[in-house]
């Protein structure tokens, strides 16, 4: 399902091209730190959502180290809630393209024990993809702080300003903030065994499931897709944006090593400011991951998840969550196990397996279908009558 992958890709490295109205100021209570409970993201069980509080609503945001300053929230949700826009603005993320925006100044903000005041909220529609988040707070918006992003509990730490003392297994890696509070360090891809290129990669936790993101620029400059094994399209959800994927050999983040980790190819031009690329939750969900805007270094300690080869899609099926809950068949890549299987687009999945579609996720779904080597039973809905479609599993990657 590979659309959806890329859906949250699209979504975060947002950069506000308006100049923000208001300061941030901080005001906090007693404790020096606090842990805020976090849950994953329906889509992709990468991103991790923490309840944020705005004027007197709760919403579940995604925490995005490439998310600048900004904290962008769902229109609709945002209204239903009662905020009400107070001035407009141009927003720009990985697309082609700056989309209008409205704004509400002035607002007050609450994450765990910090307070933000004099925030400004940008609000823009949220991906449908992911019906479970209704925003993305940029981590910059903490930059006086130390942030904690444990990807076990999961849960969230923050740590005022020299109250976080590191673990014995931690290791600092030195890393640069550009002047939109992003975060990037040097990463070496190795595309083969024997082919390695160096990349200046933004830290990105919004940037879900892949552990790279590379931009056009760098792609064509490097010539990345003929140095690559092999490189398979996907349809993107954000209009006008072309993407692939692919298998490094391997990903070095300072010490650190990933084998064979899958990234994703932007194939067009960005309107967002972002150099070289991306490290993604594929990536940093393997550490429990500290960020130390002050002293320009992030911290990563390995969580028992550091070593082991990504799995990926080995259906060949694009599946759309529908309003209603109901998931259907967007498209079915060809020569894919869903092809030789006789699935077709439109074709509505009622059942996986036997455990009805409705009762599960798209990250349910897509881990149950990235088993290399495994069957896999769907119940299917077409035109009125019910179809029986057996998968022979095989990784596309």
């Not at 927003?91 to 700056?98: E, H, L, N, T």
């Not at 320009?296 to 070593?307: A, D, I, K, M, Y």
Request: charged share 20%.
């Amino acid at each position: 399902m590979p659309s959806s992958r890329s859906a949250h890709i699209l979504a975060s490295g947002l950069v506000v091209l308006a100049v923000l109205a208001g300061t941030a100021i901080q005001a906090h209570a007693a404790p020096e730190s606090s842990v805020v409970a976090a849950r994953f993201d329906a889509e992709g069980y990468s991103q991790l959502l923490v309840p944020v509080r705005v004027e007197n609503a709760e919403f579940w945001c995604s925490l995005d180290s490439g998310g600048s300053w900004v904290l962008s929230l769902d229109t609709a949700k945002a209204l239903k809630a009662g905020l009400r826009p107070t001035g407009r603005g141009m927003s720009a993320g990985v697309g082609p393209a700056a989309e209008p925006d409205q704004r509400v100044y002035n607002t007050t903000v609450g994450l765990g024990h910090v307070v933000l005041r004099s925030v400004t909220i940008v609000l823009r529609p949220q991906s449908p993809a992911v019906p479970d988040m209704d925003c993305v707070m940029g981590l910059g918006l903490l930059a006086d702080y130390v942030v904690q992003f444990d990807y076990l509990t999961p849960s969230v730490r923050i740590f005022d300003a020299g109250a976080y003392r590191p673990s014995r297994t931690a290791t600092a890696v030195p890393m640069s903030i550009d002047r939109f509070q992003n975060p990037y360090l040097e990463a070496t891809l190795a595309l083969t065994p024997k082919d390695q290129v160096r990349a200046n990669l933004m830290l990105d936790t919004g940037a879900s499931f892949v552990s790279a993101a590379l931009m056009q620029r760098f792609v064509a400059d490097n010539g990345i897709t003929t140095r690559l094994d092999r490189v398979i399209a996907e349809e993107s959800q954000t209009p006008g944006v072309e993407v692939a994927n692919a298998r490094l050999s391997s990903l070095h983040v300072g010490p650190f090593q990933v084998t064979q980790p899958v990234i994703t190819l932007l194939l067009t031009p960005s309107a967002g400011v972002i150099h070289d690329g991306m490290v993604g939750a594929g990536f940093l969900k393997r550490f429990t991951v500290t960020f130390d805007y002050a002293h320009r270094q992030v911290w990563f300690e390995p969580n028992g998840r550091s070593t082991g080869r990504q799995a990926f899609d080995a259906s060949g099926l694009e599946l759309r969550h529908l309003a209603n809950g109901e998931y259907v068949v967007r498209s079915v890549a060809s020569g894919s196990a869903g092809a030789s299987a006789g699935v077709r687009p439109g074709d509505h999945l009622a059942q996986i397996d036997g455990t009805d579609a409705s009762q599960l996720t798209l990250a349910d779904l897509k881990t149950r279908l990235s088993r290399d080597g495994a069957l896999c039973t769907l119940r299917l809905r077409r035109n009125g009558t019910t179809q029986t479609a057996t998968l022979h599993l095989k990784e596309r990657l």
